[in-house]
């Protein structure tokens, strides 16, 4: 059987891809920070089924030593500082996981077995002010975050060790996709979760920042499928993941609004403080060479979506969680 190693395995992707592999046959290994605390909540129910390694993207050794032990064949980079207004907050740490974090592990890889295939999760935040619409792989990029910036120099570094050493290296462009595992400081399962508290009755009122900015949307599932597929071609390549159709925060809202019954306006609020710094308005992906050469479509839609986040957290909120 293949082993595989992803960074950020607790995460909504990590924990996604765990399952996806599992059911391929592989052998998984994923790797988790040392901490105080550890919050595997998203991959406890796979705890018997993974093996855990620790290392950090910050620490060249401890990569070194998670390629030895876990002996992949394939390795996912999805481990990031990714809250975009964070990386405002935080930019030097942004900067040191989601740039010079993607340095190291390549050089570890380069190290260790250029035999591997290596995944890089790049991001829709690096075409930001938009120079083409809709965005596809030859789109330049705009950033408007450090977060952006940061995952620029993940992609480039990405595409120059592919280059240069000649590694099956890829990266996926991925468009915003979430899902009920999404953490709630996003601003799709922060509507979702709110929704769910306000029908059930614990919750007053719904906060907002810019509801007119407009995103890419997809379920997160469906995503990782795409990821799996750039490694099993016979050339390493980049592809943009998306589903080629914008939607706005506001609407957003108000579909999960009218999906328990409720009118959106009567509980949601604007508040300026919550614009960033300098705004993304629209993002929206061109997937035709995903759909052409990797065969990858999605297969839920936005109002799926939509309504498969707030049910989730219907059920949370009932169990009173």
Same mark, same amino acid.
């Given at each position: 059987?293949?082993?595989?190693?992803?960074?950020?395995?607790?995460?909504?992707?990590?924990?996604?891809?765990?399952?996806f592999?599992?059911?391929?046959?592989?052998?998984?290994?994923?790797?988790?920070?040392?901490?105080?605390?550890?919050?595997?909540?998203?991959?406890?129910?796979?705890?018997?089924r993974?093996?855990?390694?620790?290392?950090?993207?910050?620490?060249?050794?401890?990569?070194?030593?998670?390629?030895?032990?876990?002996?992949?064949?394939?390795?996912?980079?999805?481990?990031?500082?990714?809250?975009?207004?964070?990386?405002?907050?935080?930019?030097?740490?942004?900067?040191?996981?989601?740039?010079?974090?993607?340095?190291?592990?390549?050089?570890?890889?380069?190290?260790?077995?250029?035999?591997?295939?290596?995944?890089?999760?790049?991001?829709?935040?690096?075409?930001?002010?938009?120079?083409?619409?809709?965005?596809?792989?030859?789109?330049?990029?705009?950033?408007?975050?450090?977060?952006?910036?940061?995952?620029?120099y993940?992609?480039?570094?990405?595409v120059?060790?592919?280059?240069?050493?000649?590694l099956?290296?890829?990266?996926?462009?991925?468009?915003?996709?979430?899902?009920?595992?999404?953490?709630?400081?996003?601003?799709?399962?922060?509507?979702?979760?709110?929704?769910?508290?306000?029908? $059930?009755?614990?919750?007053?009122? *719904? !906060?907002?920042?810019?509801?007119? +900015?407009? @995103?890419?949307?997809?379920?997160? /599932?469906?995503?990782i499928?795409?990821?799996?597929?750039?490694?099993?071609?016979?050339?390493?390549?980049?592809?943009?993941?998306?589903?080629?159709?914008?939607?706005?925060?506001?609407?957003?809202?108000?579909?999960?609004?009218d999906?328990?019954?409720l009118?959106?306006?009567?509980y949601?609020?604007?508040?300026?403080?919550?614009?960033?710094?300098?705004?993304?308005?629209?993002?929206?992906?061109?997937?035709?060479?995903?759909?052409?050469?990797?065969?990858?479509?999605p $297969?839920?839609?936005?109002?799926? *979506? !939509?309504?498969?986040?707030?049910? +989730?957290d @219907?059920?949370?909120?009932?169990? /009173?969680?």
């Amino acid at each position: 059987m293949p082993n595989a190693l992803i960074t950020g395995v607790t995460g909504q992707d990590g924990s996604y891809l765990a399952e996806f592999l599992l059911e391929k046959g592989y052998t998984v290994f994923g790797v988790v920070r040392r901490a105080s605390t550890e919050n595997f909540e998203r991959i406890e129910h796979l705890r018997d089924r993974i093996n855990l390694v620790q290392a950090d993207l910050l620490d060249q050794l401890s990569l070194i030593e998670a390629l030895e032990e876990s002996e992949p064949n394939e390795v996912y980079n999805l481990a990031a500082q990714s809250f975009v207004p964070t990386s405002w907050k935080q930019p030097v740490l942004t900067a040191e996981f989601d740039a010079v974090g993607v340095t190291r592990l390549l050089e570890a890889i380069r190290t260790v077995d250029r035999r591997i295939r290596y995944y890089q999760a790049s991001s829709s935040e690096m075409f930001g002010k938009v120079l083409e619409v809709p965005q596809r792989e030859t789109t330049p990029f705009y950033p408007r975050s450090p977060y952006g910036v940061a995952k620029v120099y993940g992609h480039f570094i990405t595409v120059n060790y592919r280059e240069s050493y000649d590694l099956f290296a890829c990266a996926g462009i991925l468009f915003n996709h979430e899902s009920p595992r999404r953490g709630k400081e996003f601003v799709t399962r922060k509507i979702s979760d709110a929704v769910a508290r306000i029908v $059930e009755g614990v919750q007053d009122e *719904l !906060v907002l920042g810019n509801i007119n +900015a407009e @995103r890419d949307w997809g379920f997160a /599932g469906d995503y990782i499928r795409a990821m799996w597929l750039m490694l099993q071609q016979e050339e390493p390549s980049d592809y943009v993941v998306a589903t080629g159709e914008t939607h706005s925060v506001r609407e957003f809202a108000q579909l999960a609004f009218d999906h328990v019954g409720l009118e959106w306006e009567k509980y949601v609020k604007t508040d300026p403080a919550l614009h960033r710094p300098a705004e993304v308005d629209q993002l929206i992906g061109d997937p035709s060479r995903a759909h052409s050469t990797l065969g990858w479509r999605p $297969e839920v839609d936005f109002p799926g *979506l !939509v309504r498969m986040m707030v049910d +989730a957290d @219907r059920e949370r909120v009932r169990r /009173g969680e």
